[in-house]
């Protein structure tokens, strides 16, 4: 362990990769598999002994701006890492080329899940389980990357935290390491934050397992629902055994990706800066049950008009349906439920697409796998657009709720702002760059927001027609470029620019 401290951060991410092959190595071998099994034991071995050559040559370096230094090593393992982690892919699945398996990888260690095989019962199983467990581990990787890097940098949401009267959230987790060197930290925040999530995809993965699920497919659901990755090796989670029991374990563990507090809770033991309850809860709770009645509410008008509406079974399945896709894609796991088209088949009317992609922009809680433009900010947003309309009534009022609600009225919502419109200019350039390529503007629309905001599945939802394994290579790289760019956000990669960190 101590050699690996003096390692840098990128060596150690390439060991754990190589590592990681020895995962779905064991199931092929299980499975008698000994193709794919010798596939993943060569690769891993032979990228474990270059990474840990690498390793000793390169640790004696220690860089000045260390938050910085890991920043661009983030960058860098994102673009990098799924280069090894698809060659054993490539090996394995004849029918694909290189461009397709790195896509492929970078899709699942983003947790995006956008997947260019559009038949799972084609593939094997050590192949699906390859993908799942890589979007586990970017799952983990970015949780403790909004821990350990962004954190300190206020960055990734933490800057609406910031600007809370005296940050004590920020304060209590810089004096558990602040003094440390940075690999220090990053391996220490990593065993904190190693055994709750374990234990919490342990448990979902038992309880999917007791309510009927096979114990290869509850573990699939269960490392994709803590990424919120939406990795299945079925065709959906119309086709699971455990039915809606399965499906309410996966809507409870689903919360996790709407609010940090229980990261806060475990890092730190104090009270989030935000006293009360949870903002990120409240308006993920708002959302689900608005949107969810106004889905069945359209969906009961159009039953009325085929004489349906007394089918009181039919639209309690249909609000279901509704309430979890919902919350699937606000917290940008894509999925939807087995009841989803059973309000379509209720009422014959179809779901519009819109309503989805909104969801997945909004996005679910800050320092957590979920993608988007996260709760918090569309918190501070809402409060300083609801000040402002008070102010069109009483233009000399003086806001009130302390101190605290004041600063996230005007700084957060300043700063949520500025993410918001770069977040707009980043949707606009990657449409525009689709559909100079000859892809259509729905099409673009729904690649583009599927992709910046790591939710891949959401293109089976609104475009039936449209397949990742048709798109072009060209058309892959910008998306493998908009997946990245969502995954770190704007204003990390803005962050990379700061002439201060060139200048040291």
Not at 47 to 66: E, K, N, Q, W, Y
Not at 130 to 148: E, M
Not at 295 to 319: C, S, T, Y
Request: glycine fraction near 8%; proline fraction near 3%.
């Amino acid at each position: 362990m101590r050699l690996l401290r003096e390692f840098p951060l990128f060596v150690i991410l390439m060991l754990i990769g190589s590592v990681s092959m020895v995962v779905p190595m064991l199931h092929a071998i299980r499975l008698e598999d000994w193709d794919i099994a010798r596939a993943f034991f060569y690769h891993g071995t032979f990228f474990a002994i270059v990474s840990f050559i690498l390793g000793l040559g390169t640790m004696d370096r220690h860089p000045r701006v260390t938050a910085r230094y890991q920043l661009i090593t983030l960058l860098m393992a994102y673009f990098l890492l799924p280069i090894m982690l698809a060659m054993p892919l490539d090996h394995v699945v004849k029918s694909i080329g290189w461009t397709e398996a790195y896509f492929e990888m970078l899709s699942s260690m983003t947790t995006t899940g956008a997947s260019i095989f559009d038949a799972p019962e084609r593939l094997a199983e050590p192949l699906h389980l390859w993908r799942a467990f890589v979007g586990w581990i970017g799952g983990f990787l970015f949780l403790l990357a909004a821990l350990a890097v962004l954190e300190p940098m206020q960055l990734g949401g933490f800057e609406i935290e910031s600007t809370v009267t005296g940050n004590r959230m920020a304060t209590a987790r810089r004096s558990l390491g602040g003094a440390m060197e940075a690999n220090d930290r990053l391996i220490r925040q990593a065993k904190q934050l190693a055994p709750p999530y374990v234990a919490l995809t342990a448990v979902l993965a038992i309880a999917l397992m007791i309510a009927g699920d096979r114990a290869f497919v509850a573990l699939c659901h269960a490392m994709s629902v803590l990424a919120t990755s939406g990795i299945t090796p079925l065709d959906g989670l119309s086709e699971t055994s455990s039915g809606y029991i399965g499906e309410i374990l996966i809507f409870a563990f689903l919360f996790l990706a709407v609010s940090h507090r229980w990261i806060n809770e475990t890092f730190a033991n104090v009270r989030p800066a935000l006293t009360g309850s949870d903002p990120e809860v409240k308006l993920a709770l708002m959302f689900v049950l608005i949107v969810s009645s106004l889905l069945v509410i359209r969906h009961f008008i159009g039953a009325f008009e085929v004489e349906e509406q007394e089918n009181f079974q039919a639209a309690a399945q249909a609000f279901w349906g509704s309430a979890f896709t919902v919350m699937s894609f606000l917290t940008t796991f894509g999925l939807v439920s087995a009841d989803w088209s059973t309000a379509q088949s209720w009422s014959g009317l179809e779901t519009p697409g819109l309503v989805l992609l909104g969801l997945s922009v909004i996005g679910g809680g800050v320092a957590t796998t979920a993608g988007g433009i996260k709760l918090l900010r569309v918190y501070a947003l809402y409060k300083h657009g609801l000040r402002e309309m008070r102010r069109l009534v009483h233009p000399n009022s003086v806001g009130g709720a302390g101190m605290t609600a004041r600063r996230i009225r005007r700084e957060g919502a300043y700063i949520a702002w500025i993410f918001l419109m770069m977040f707009l200019l980043g949707l606009a350039v990657c449409m525009l760059l689709l559909t100079v390529q000859g892809v259509a503007f729905e099409d673009a629309m729904a690649l583009s927001v599927a992709s910046l905001t790591n939710t891949g599945p959401a293109i089976n939802t609104l475009a039936q027609d449209l397949n990742y394994s048709t798109l072009a290579t060209s058309e892959k790289a910008v998306l493998c470029i908009a997946m990245i760019f969502g995954r770190l956000e704007a204003l990390v990669v803005i962050a990379l620019f700061n002439p201060e960190y060139w200048r040291q």
